[in-house]
Every structure is written in structure tokens, then in C-alpha cells.
């Protein structure tokens, strides 16, 4: 069954295309394993820059035939990969912080004046921000244009009086037992600050071929889970990020 009730066979073509990718994942991300003519392997460094591939050409902890473009075909693939989880967990994640908004200011929790007093002065100016041009009542507009940092920016322990005290464990039901609130908050808080750097270095194109990816394939996993442990398991059937780790070069 897929979600929403539809299954294999009502979706034939969506689908047959799902299976043969998985099928076939780890050779999807090693057909590009190439040998290059040198003047086509020259032209494409110059495109990209003979600085930028610098990182790539003293790269260690890969296979002795891996070239330089080798290493950076897969650095992109990685990261497209990762962003896809990367995704699911920030909707996830501000859609609980959402909950446990509503759950104290009511469903118009944006333009709540106690809600915006309790935040630091960056943070209004960014509500502020999202705010401007939205009708009121509209939360589900505010909540796709405010930035990852600001949800990042809820889990500080001055909000544990406000939101997290009375709300933590109902919005993230499978945090580990028995954290305690403020425990339990800076986990979050820990996972997202780290996660947050991660994705904002995919979206800027910078190598992540140093960054321990297998943990942060990990914390993705355990920030969905403690909110949804069967969207955590959904997310680990059509992931991309293991095929790609595993084609490493």
C-alpha cells in the first residue's frame, strides 16, 4: 500500500519506475565510475575550477583508482541524496514545534503577542518577516516561509517554560525514556544545530566528503522517529542516502 490508501497496482507506472530503481540502486550510483579521454577530464576541471577540485585531488580514505571527478561526482550524489531526507526531517520536525505552538497559543499562534515576547530579538524579526504580506489566520503560509534556524532557535532552554514543560513528550512521543524535558530539548536542540550546518553546506555545494555522514544519516533518522517512529520507518524503504554511501568510489 502507499500512502493514501493507493496501491501498486492503481499506479502502475509511478510505481514499476520505484521498483526498478531499487532494484538496481547500488548500480544507479556506480554507473558513473568513467574512465574520462584527458582532454574531456582537463575541460571539465577548468569548468569547475582547478581550486574547487583541489579538495577533491588531495582527498584521502578513497580507492587508489578514484579520480579526482570520481570523488566529486559522488560528493554530489551524496548530497543530493541526503537532501531528500534532509526534507522530511525539517517538515517533520516544524510540524511538531507547530503542534506544541498551538497547543499554547492557540491555532493563530503567529500572531500571538505573548508568543512573540517570549522570543530573542532575531527570531521576532524573523516571525515579522514571514508574517508580512499573509492574512491572518493563515499559520500553514508562515510556517513554509520561516526559516530552519528559527525552529532551531525554539529549543533554547528559556522556552522550556513557555512550550517545552508542558509539551515536549506529547509533540515527540518517543523520545528516548526517561529524558527529562531539558534533556530531551537539548537533543533536539544538538540534532538540529548539527543538521542545520549540514544542509546549509549541501545548499552552498560545499564537499561533504569529510563530515561523518553515517552519523548524520543516523540523527535524520532519530529526529523523525521520536516524532513518528512509522514515518521513520517509511522514510528508511525509499532512502537514498545508504545505495549512495555505499557506491563510495
Known amino acids: 500500500m502507499f500512502p493514501g490508501g493507493g496501491s501498486r497496482q492503481q499506479v502502475p507506472e509511478l510505481t514499476d519506475k520505484l521498483y526498478t530503481f531499487q532494484g538496481s540502486s547500488t548500480e544507479f550510483y556506480r554507473r558513473w565510475l568513467m574512465t574520462l579521454p584527458q582532454d574531456q577530464a582537463d575541460a571539465i576541471t577548468v569548468a569547475i575550477s582547478p581550486a574547487r577540485m583541489g579538495t577533491y585531488l588531495n582527498a584521502t580514505g578513497f580507492g587508489t583508482r578514484a579520480t579526482a571527478l570520481d570523488i566529486y561526482v559522488w560528493n554530489a550524489l551524496v548530497s543530493s541524496a541526503f537532501f531528500s531526507t534532509l526534507h522530511i526531517a525539517e517538515v517533520v520536525v516544524r510540524n511538531a514545534i507547530a503542534q506544541a505552538l498551538e497547543l499554547k497559543y492557540g491555532g493563530n499562534w503567529p500572531w500571538n503577542a505573548g508568543f512573540e515576547r517570549s522570543l530573542p530579538k532575531w527570531s521576532k524579526v524573523e516571525l515579522q518577516s514571514a508574517k508580512r504580506g499573509v492574512p491572518f489566520g493563515s499559520t500553514g503560509k508562515v510556517i513554509a516561509e520561516l526559516k530552519f534556524a528559527f525552529w532551531c532557535g525554539l529549543f533554547t532552554k528559556a522556552q522550556d517554560q513557555h512550550i517545552w514543560n508542558a509539551h515536549l513528550h506529547t509533540v515527540f ?77
Open 173 to 249: 512521543p518517543f523520545l528516548p525514556f526517561p529524558l527529562t524535558v531539558a534533556a530531551g530539548r537539548k537533543m533536539l536542540y544538538d540534532d538540529m544545530e548539527a543538521l542545520r550546518g549540514f544542509r546549509n553546506r549541501i545548499a552552498h555545494h560545499e564537499p561533504i566528503i569529510a563530515y561523518p555522514l553515517a552519523w548524520f544519516q543516523n540523527r535524520i533518522h532519530r529526529l523523525v522517529a521520536v516524532r513518528c517512529e512509522k514515518t521513520a520507518a517509511w522514510l528508511s524503504q525509499w532512502e537514498v542516502v545508504s545505495v549512495a554511501l555505499a557506491a563510495r568510489p
